[in-house]
Nanobody, 122 residues
Framework: QVQLVESGGGSVRSGGSLRLSCRSS????????MSWHRQIPGKERELVAS???????IYSDSVKGRFTVSGDIDKGTIDLQMYDLKADDTGRYYC????????????????WGLGTQVTVAA
């Protein structure tokens, strides 16, 4: 299987910063996209930012200008630098990746990490 592990979450004051990191492992042949999602209490899980091969990025309007995604898709790593955090950013942040891995031949995968908690004081 493909595994993703997130790190970097924590509690910060409003206006503070955090940097989240995610690293994948497993019998990965290639990774096509990696992304960060978050689960806000009482709301559906939503895309925060994504990074695809050749550096293409997508950001949620709510974080654009404050968050920056970076990483090395070929190595299965992705980071999320978060500035000017707000109370509304509070939630659990999950790393996602999709691509191909080996299991009796090449197969597609879509994997999720267990998440890392981000809490921002109001």
């Amino acid at each position: 299987q493909v595994q993703l592990v997130e790190s970097g979450g924590g509690s910060v004051r409003s206006g503070g910063s955090l940097r989240l990191s995610c690293r994948s492992s497993g019998s990965i042949i290639s990774t096509e996209t990696m992304s960060w999602h978050r689960q806000i209490p009482g709301k559906e899980r939503e895309l925060v930012a994504s990074l695809a091969t050749r550096g293409h990025t997508i950001y949620s309007d709510s974080v654009k200008g404050r968050f920056t995604v970076s990483g090395d898709i070929d190595k299965g790593t992705i980071d999320l630098q978060m500035y000017d955090l707000k109370a509304d950013d509070t939630g659990r942040y999950y790393c996602n990746a999709d691509g191909k891995y080996y299991h009796n031949g090449p197969r597609k995968f879509n994997a999720w990490g267990l998440g890392t908690q981000v809490t921002v004081a109001a």
